[in-house]
């Protein structure tokens, strides 16, 4: 019994989400049509309308325009284009939504009577618009899914870009990996000094903790934004090695495609190694930075302790302000 009253519920909320969210997109929509009927019509009694589709027209534009960009994935064929393509083709589109929505009203209205209203048939005629409305947004979608043909300049630009990012990140490879041989080795001394000694070297030893951090912090941005260029260069690859098969050009140019294919999956593959093994150095360094920050606390006396307690506090916030940012 309850899972009919589940599947009536979840029908009646379809019914008023279509009720109260597309059929006012509908109707917005449908003004461009609504207003050339009335003015086509010439019926005295619609006149008054007249304005209020006017305004509606001016407004389906940039509306048309926004419910194109929604519909579309963001790193897809037009969204994920240069900015002046990609709101150009964006404000294309929105006018082939517009265009299709509102050549069905106008032929769907029908000239219209003095006896009649400007809208006589109400809710079936703005649903079966906003039908309309979405299936040309979902063949919009379906499109700018299909993977966009890949030119040899643009693989090739890639693995330029690769090898910089490489460069890069073998350069944060070889700092994270002098900042832990030191902080292993001031552990070391740490753990080996006389215990008579705590406040000597406090103000040293806090300084070498935030530079340990901070490199450890530089170190994982980097990562992550080489990690941000691998996923869109694995799907470059793929595209990159299919596109032989859909050149209709010379036994050359498919050869440049094969070879530059090659050369940004080596790099790819090179550069996914290094920010493996780095990641893996960053953890280390962490977990070696955490631990002299306990020694601090342990064998510089009340100042290490203070600083410790100090520190946490400041750790905590930064904590909570993150887990803040996340929730928003």
């Known amino acids: 019994m309850s899972r009919r009253n589940n599947r009536g519920c979840g029908g009646c909320g379809l019914a008023i989400f279509a009720v109260f969210f597309l059929v006012p997109l509908a109707i917005v929509l449908i003004s461009p049509a609504m207003a050339a009927r009335i003015h086509v019509d010439g019926v005295p009694e619609h006149q008054p309308f007249l304005h209020e589709w006017l305004w509606g027209a001016a407004v389906s534009v ?3 325009v926004l419910l194109v960009r929604f519909a579309l994935k963001r790193d897809g064929r037009v969204r994920g284009a240069p900015p002046l393509k990609r709101w150009s083709g964006l404000f294309g589109r929105g006018l082939v939504l517009l265009t299709a929505v509102n050549v069905f009203a106008f032929l769907h209205k029908g000239p219209s009577t003095a006896g009649e209203h400007v809208i006589d ?34 693989v090739r630009e890639a693995a330029a870009q690769a090898d910089r990012a490489l460069k890069r990140v073998r350069a944060e490879n070889a700092k994270v990996r002098r900042q832990a041989e030191q902080v292993q080795a001031r552990l070391v001394k740490l753990q080996a000094r006389d215990p008579g000694r705590s406040d000597v070297e406090f103000h040293s030893l806090r300084v070498f903790h935030r530079e340990s951090y901070q490199c450890a912090d530089t170190a994982h941005d980097a990562y992550s934004s080489a990690q941000i260029s691998l996923r869109t260069m694995s799907s470059l690859v793929r595209r990159a090695r299919s596109a032989p098969l859909q050149l209709t050009v010379s036994r050359r140019a498919r050869a440049e495609m094969r070879e530059a294919a090659a050369h940004l999956a080596r790099s790819q593959g090179e550069l996914r190694t290094q920010v493996d093994h780095g990641l893996g150095m960053v953890r280390d360094l962490n977990a070696n930075t955490s631990e002299l920050k306990h020694e601090i606390r342990d064998s510089c006396g009340a100042q290490g302790r203070q600083w410790f307690e100090e520190l946490e506090v400041r750790i905590e916030q930064a904590r909570e302000e993150r887990r803040a940012t996340h929730l928003r």
């Open 62 to 64: 940039p509306l048309s």
């Open 121 to 154: 048939d109400g809710l079936p005629f703005f649903g079966t618009a906003a039908l309309v409305g979405a299936g040309v947004l979902v063949v919009m979608s379906l499109w700018d899914r299909r993977a966009r043909r890949v030119s040899v300049e643009e």
